[in-house]
């Protein structure tokens, strides 16, 4: 590997994190617009069921307490990596996929649990936004999955270097956009069918 | 999805090839054969090492800046014969069938404005933006080289997508939008709207990351003292189209992945049943749809302040508000996309506050005219072939400009609504404005990519073709529109609009002498390059920092970086005879090592897409897989820089 100057390094590191800042207002808009279209179609029911007839409180209870607290966990890890600390923050990183993955477990027994009841996403224009949307956002926690998992691997292999640290904060930056995006749709698309 | 779909091949048979018309058969032949023609070029030339590392894995900005202009020409070719097609047959079909099959000529239509918005223009833009904007701003590279490549090559499989269409299965015949219901599969089944879409969802996602990585390259990577307001006019243009990228393409990203969960897994988005809401993907197709216009021709806009100010011997005039006008265009783009639908019927209110919207963003633009103007007033004008496509474009596009601020008031909309006279209006626009500007942009920097110029007569020929052709193409359109004539007519009745379309037929022939002169002048030059070789780097006697170089530059751009103290620096280097300082003597030079993450991502790109139109679900998976398998293990590459310090002042690469 070439010797190139810290500097250099650390203006590379800059430069990428401005980047993923960007293409998170990128992903930002991409939620905004299913979110927007969502609204557009929360009463096209079709006289099908509705999210009220759907929704299971526990769950969602759940799922909401295991993404929170895999932020928590992420925050953590990337503290620990600051601290060069390979143990804990392999740990903690265990700790965020362990949480990251029960919520999509969860995620999926309750979408397959909709399928199997006859409200899969071809019943009507407001599950299809539903779907869509909730699935949108499960599918950015799988891709921060692999992510984590490539990171732990990287960690164990080769320790922490100001590479592994730049990926992490990027990581965690994602993490918490996803954490934030649940809470929207927590707000936005549950709770109003509990109120 | 179809019964007869089998685990292997998906819905994809016997019958996917095109017997269905001898037009589309010879159409299939002469991209097969060119396709072939070229795997056996290569082959006969012996050059498959130099290809594939040189070019195919390379990720200097200057070859992919290439290879992208290459792209948008060979689908500029393709996307005109579509349209000369077009024209043909409309000449030839008063009360009569023409010599295309409706379902035929549909297809025709809808490739035509895929083709030349998404696999010409954007990729000419791209090719642009790549080869030019670090040169201009003093940087050694873009920020993200390999993002780069990636972008490419996933822009190459969007159009790779777009061929295959025309041998294998059929294309969309639901026009370049898309609009749903028709699109829809209840009443376009078949894989021509899933070609459509996976076509330009794969591009899609590559011009996303071009957009995230020219504003971190333009923002970041500036050479000390380059200020945002010392920037060269085509690197701020450049700048607003990259954020306009970033935030309009989710937008289409979104309106064609509902429109395919609504074919594929049978959701109701935008069906007429179901609960689906068909205005729905208007907006959304607009939200991305207009700013796309803004993409597309504001770094042309940049392209004639360049040329304008090099080729009348003066500085820019205005340049504040030329910089000005640039932004406000940008942030206006977002606020009119509602004028593509008037007649949707969201009320006079709401039409009325986007037809004016659309008219005051009329109001930079013509800033804009009136500095260039300015710009040549007392100039000494040299008429090149760059600028003489830049003063085209000020007559024509003033015209396109009247035209559409005439299409903003929604009641003379409703009245032009889907007739020609839209067609010649935004053809007036894209081409004077878009397609001169990349047009002018590649004769003006083709010296410094290739170190020597360009043959100016075949060059005028070009230029005085395509005007004139221009004007004989789509004036009578806008006639034809206020008679009534609505768009994507394959036959007629009214003997009225015969000898008006042949006439636009006739243009389209002399557009094609134009395209022809393209030809000639490539090779014509490239015949005589010896005699227009350029040594100097700086032809035109330009103003901005790529001509501080020698052509071709070398592949780390500058040997030292120069310290930048005023707006066109160069120029006045040049005029003192003090030559600009660098700012870090013999500092170490590195450039990024080659690549296969681009062509693995664009055959990864081409799978998924392949197989999600035709069903063929496990090369879809085979395709994410390669794709994710590919991201985790570039990053455990762990050297991803090569030291060229020894090579310093070599002059070409």
Redesign the interface.
Same mark, same amino acid.
């Given at each position: =590997?070439?010797a190139?100057s810290d500097a250099v390094e650390e @203006?590379i590191d !800059?430069?990428?994190e401005?980047?993923f800042w960007? +293409?998170l =207002? &990128?992903?930002a808009? *991409?939620f905004s *617009? /299913?979110f927007v279209?969502f609204a557009? =179609?929360s009463s096209? *029911?079709?006289s099908?069921p509705g999210g009220a007839d759907l929704f299971d409180i526990k769950n969602l209870a759940m799922q909401t307490a295991l993404l929170l607290t895999s932020s928590l966990t992420i925050a953590l890890a990337h503290h620990a990596t600051e601290g060069r600390n390979t143990t804990r923050a392999v740990v903690w990183l265990v700790m965020t996929c362990i949480l990251g993955t029960g919520f999509l477990a969860l995620e999926i027994r309750e979408l397959s649990g909709f399928v199997a009841e006859g409200a899969g996403?071809? !019943?009507?224009? +407001? *599950? &299809?936004?539903f779907?869509?949307l909730v699935g949108t956002h499960g599918l950015h926690v799988t891709a921060g999955l /692999?992510w984590a998992l490539?990171l732990i691997v @990287?960690i164990v292999l080769r320790g922490i270097d100001h590479r592994l640290l730049s !990926?992490l904060a990027r990581l965690s930056l994602f993490w918490h956009f996803l954490d934030i995006v649940w809470i929207a749709v927590f707000s936005l698309v549950y709770l109003p069918e509990f109120l | 999805m179809t019964e007869n779909a089998s685990l292997l091949l998906g819905r994809l048979g016997l019958d996917a090839l095109p017997f269905y018309s001898w037009v589309a058969f010879s159409g299939a032949l002469v991209t097969l054969a060119g396709g072939v023609g070229f795997l056996v070029l290569v082959t006969w030339l012996g050059q498959w090492r130099a290809l594939w590392t040189g070019w195919l894995t390379s990720v200097d900005h200057k070859r992919i800046g290439i290879m992208y202009i290459v792209l948008a020409l060979v689908m500029l070719v393709r996307g005109f014969v579509d349209a000369i097609m077009m024209r043909l047959q409309q000449a030839m079909s008063y009360n009569r069938e023409g010599y295309l099959p409706p379902e035929h000529f549909e297809q025709i239509f809808s490739s035509h404005g895929t083709i030349m918005i998404f696999f010409m223009a954007m990729p000419f833009m791209t090719g642009l933006l790549n080869y030019i904007i670090p040169l201009q701003i003093g940087a050694r590279d873009v920020a993200f080289p390999v993002l780069n490549a990636i972008s490419f090559w996933l822009t190459f499989a969007g159009a790779g997508l777009m061929l295959i269409s025309l041998v294998i299965g059929k294309f969309s015949t639901a026009g370049w939008t898309g609009y749903p219901p028709y699109s829809g599969v209840e009443f376009t089944p078949g894989v021509g709207v899933d070609y459509w879409i996976w076509s330009i969802l794969v591009s899609g996602v590559g011009t996303t990351m071009t957009g995230i990585n020219f504003v971190v390259t333009i923002l970041r990577k500036r050479a000390p003292g380059m200020l945002l307001m010392r920037m060269p006019l085509f690197t701020w243009t450049g700048l607003c189209s990259s954020i306009l990228i970033i935030f309009a393409f989710p937008a289409l990203t979104v309106s064609t992945t509902m429109l395919a969960l609504d074919r594929t897994l049978g959701m109701h988005f935008f069906t007429n049943d179901g609960g689906g809401n068909v205005m729905n993907y208007m907006n959304l197709f607009w939200i991305w749809g207009h700013p796309e216009v803004y993409i597309l021709i504001l770094p042309a806009f940049g392209i004639f302040s360049e040329v304008v100010a090099t080729f009348s011997s003066k500085r820019l005039f205005g340049y504040p508000s030329l910089v000005y006008a640039t932004a406000v265009i940008a942030v206006l783009s977002f606020t009119v996309w509602l004028h593509h639908f008037f007649t949707m019927g969201a009320g006079a209110n709401v039409n009325a506050i986007f037809g004016i919207a659309t008219m005051v963003i009329a109001v930079p633009t013509g800033v804009k005219v009136f500095d260039w103007l300015f710009t040549m007033f007392r100039g000494r004008i040299r008429f090149e072939p760059p600028m003489l496509f830049t003063i085209g474009f000020m007559c024509l596009f003033v015209i396109g400009g009247m035209s559409g601020v005439l299409l903003a008031i929604p009641p003379i909309n409703y009245s032009t609504h889907n007739t020609t006279f839209l067609v010649a209006h935004f053809h007036n626009m894209i081409i004077p404005g878009v397609l001169f500007g990349y047009l002018a942009g590649y004769m003006y920097w083709f010296p410094k990519a290739f170190g020597f110029q360009l043959d100016r007569v075949w060059g005028a020929r070009s230029f005085w073709f395509w005007m004139i052709g221009f004007l004989l193409a789509f004036m009578p359109l806008y006639a034809l529109g206020l008679m009534g004539m609505p768009r994507r007519l394959e036959t007629y009745g009214n003997p009225e609009w015969q000898p008006l379309l042949i006439v636009a037929f006739v243009g389209a022939c002399l557009i094609l002498m134009g395209i022809i002169s393209l030809v000639m002048q490539l090779w014509v030059s490239v015949k005589n390059r010896k005699a227009l070789v350029d040594q100097t780097g700086d032809p035109w006697d330009g103003r901005t920092l790529e001509w501080s170089m020698p052509s071709p530059p070398p592949i780390w751009n500058f040997d030292n970086v120069p310290v930048v103290s005023s707006r066109d620096a160069f120029h006045e280097a040049k005029l003192s005879g003090i030559p600009l300082p660098a700012a870090e003597e013999d500092s170490p030079l590195s450039v990024p090592k080659n690549s296969v993450m681009g062509p693995c991502m664009g055959v990864a790109g081409m799978c998924i897409g392949f197989g999600a139109v035709w069903y063929i679900w496990w090369l879809a998976f085979a395709g994410l897989a390669i794709a994710v398998a590919a991201i985790i293990g570039r990053s455990f590459v762990q050297s991803t820089e090569n030291d060229v310090s020894f090579k310093r002042g070599a002059t070409t690469t």
């Open positions: =590997m070439i190139a @203006q !800059r430069e990428t401005f980047g960007l +293409y =207002m &990128s992903d808009v *991409l *617009l /299913i279209t557009v =179609m096209n *029911l079709a099908g996403p071809g !019943r009507s224009g +407001y *599950l &299809s936004a779907f869509t /692999i490539t @990287q !990926r | -």
